[in-house]
């Protein structure tokens, strides 16, 4: 039960940090520490071999590896950077494909509604809690992917799977 109640924050969060995304184009350093350190606790109750949970662990740290490298060549943002390893960590190793083939998807797809929408409505018309991503030269607020990513694998994870049996959804 309390395995279920941190995955349920743990994707509440992901979703609070998509929105901050949306409306600030920043994903803070608190949200990513608190996603990473929900991890903790989450492995303890999930009755995980340690071999298994080190794999979780591996995977966060080639995830820090590679979104860090993405980072230093201005391909993703750093609150983007740090959100996906935090994100693979809960994911693991048997998720963590899932997780990078939906988020690439949802972020072609967010690139593609943005450069579709700044050509044809300008960024006044759009209200103000969503408006920064319409400006001419913003970013594309990734997070919404990143989150996207992580509720269409959860299903895989082993971390996240009794959520996702709970409430009646099959990986």
Same mark, same amino acid.
């Given at each position: 039960m309390i395995l279920i109640l941190l995955s349920g924050l743990f994707l509440a969060l992901?979703?609070? %940090? %998509? #929105?901050?995304?949306?409306?600030? #184009?920043? @994903?803070?350093?608190?949200l990513n520490i608190t996603l990473a350190a929900l991890f903790l606790p989450a492995a303890l109750f999930s009755g995980l071999p340690l071999e298994l949970l080190g794999g979780h662990l591996l995977a966060g740290g080639l995830a820090f590896v590679v979104a860090f490298g993405l980072f230093a060549f201005r391909i993703f943002g750093g609150g983007d950077a740090k959100m996906i390893p935090a994100v693979v960590l809960w994911m693991g190793p048997a998720a963590a494909m899932p997780f990078l083939y939906w988020m690439a998807i949802a972020g072609g797809a967010c690139a593609l509604i #943005? #450069? @579709?929408?700044?050509?044809s409505v300008p960024a006044e018309a759009v209200p103000g809690f969503m408006r920064a991503p319409f400006e001419p030269k913003a970013g594309v607020p990734y997070g919404v992917a990143i989150a996207a990513g992580a509720m269409l694998a959860g299903p895989h994870s082993l971390m996240l799977a009794s959520l996702y049996e709970a409430i009646g959804v099959s990986g």
């Amino acid at each position: 039960m309390i395995l279920i109640l941190l995955s349920g924050l743990f994707l509440a969060l992901c979703i609070f %940090a %998509a #929105l901050h995304d949306v409306n600030r #184009l920043t @994903i803070p350093n608190w949200l990513n520490i608190t996603l990473a350190a929900l991890f903790l606790p989450a492995a303890l109750f999930s009755g995980l071999p340690l071999e298994l949970l080190g794999g979780h662990l591996l995977a966060g740290g080639l995830a820090f590896v590679v979104a860090f490298g993405l980072f230093a060549f201005r391909i993703f943002g750093g609150g983007d950077a740090k959100m996906i390893p935090a994100v693979v960590l809960w994911m693991g190793p048997a998720a963590a494909m899932p997780f990078l083939y939906w988020m690439a998807i949802a972020g072609g797809a967010c690139a593609l509604i #943005l #450069l @579709i929408g700044r050509r044809s409505v300008p960024a006044e018309a759009v209200p103000g809690f969503m408006r920064a991503p319409f400006e001419p030269k913003a970013g594309v607020p990734y997070g919404v992917a990143i989150a996207a990513g992580a509720m269409l694998a959860g299903p895989h994870s082993l971390m996240l799977a009794s959520l996702y049996e709970a409430i009646g959804v099959s990986g």
